[in-house]
């Protein structure tokens, strides 16, 4: 029993800090749905400038793989909301299947982003390209899409396929400037909080009953010694 004494207390150690990790991470989520989306329940980034000569302004493809609905056919995993407002005129703003997009703006100059840093700096991949675009809203690919003078908006379910986000003049004309912020909700969130809080609970318990069964398998604590016997009458030394 006491050979199980070390092995226990290492158990018990990895066990609780688990927990307390993930009773961590669940409260820095409830905390974070409480006081950190906006009145429409969206977790929002902060406002980019995105800035331009190209005809367009786009992100990477986006893969989401598998579709969610295969995944939790009766939980919406997030909707995504992104706003944009051009400073030169009328703007457009849409979300499209990869293919399609790069079908379209084939041959067209392009801005593709490729990082944005923590202080809202954008850096962009410049695409070559000689040839005008159509109209965007001629096309009929877009997912979501909005266009128009001051802050468009859109708001897409998350489905499974490659996307591209695409921000352009609506008039197709190159020199984009546009001031976009983008947002999030998810119904999974509540649901992966819980489960952190229970699974942390229970981690905790499992770690304290494991530090019990340690300390029971190192016996008597070192440096203890046996009580004396008693003395009977008959050990008792008469004068």
């Given at each position: 029993?006491?050979a ?20 961590a ?65 009328r ?13 379209y ?25 000689t ?29 499974s396929?490659?996307?591209v ?10 020199g ?19 489960a ?13 009953a ?8 190192a ?21």
């Amino acid at each position: 029993m006491r050979a199980a004494r070390g092995p226990l207390a290492i158990i018990g150690a990895v066990v609780a800090a688990f927990g307390l990790a993930l009773l961590a991470g669940g409260g820095l989520l409830l905390w974070a749905n409480a006081t950190q989306r906006d009145a429409n329940g969206f977790f929002t980034s902060r406002e980019l400038s995105l800035e331009s000569g190209s005809y367009a302004v786009t992100t990477v493809d986006v893969d989401l793989g598998a579709a969610p609905a295969e995944w939790l056919p009766s939980v919406r995993l997030a909707t995504v909301r992104l706003e944009a407002e051009s400073s030169s005129g009328r703007v457009f703003l849409g979300v499209g299947p990869a293919a399609d997009v790069e079908a379209y703006l084939q041959g067209v100059a392009v801005s593709r982003i490729s990082h944005v840093d923590r202080r809202g700096s954008v850096d962009y991949e410049e695409v070559g390209g000689t040839a005008a675009p159509a109209p965007p809203d001629e096309q009929g690919f877009w997912v979501a899409s909005a266009s128009g003078d001051g802050p468009q908006s859109i708001a897409w379910d998350v489905a499974s396929g490659d996307w591209v986000v695409v921000a352009m003049n609506a008039d197709a004309t190159p020199g984009v400037s546009v001031t976009a912020r983008s947002g999030a909700r998810s119904d999974v969130l509540l649901w992966a909080a819980a489960a952190m809080l229970v699974v942390g609970v229970v981690s905790a318990i499992v770690a304290a009953a494991t530090f019990a069964a340690a300390r029971l398998a190192a016996g008597p604590g070192r440096g203890t010694s046996p009580a004396p016997p008693a003395r009977t009458p008959d050990t008792v030394r008469r004068p």
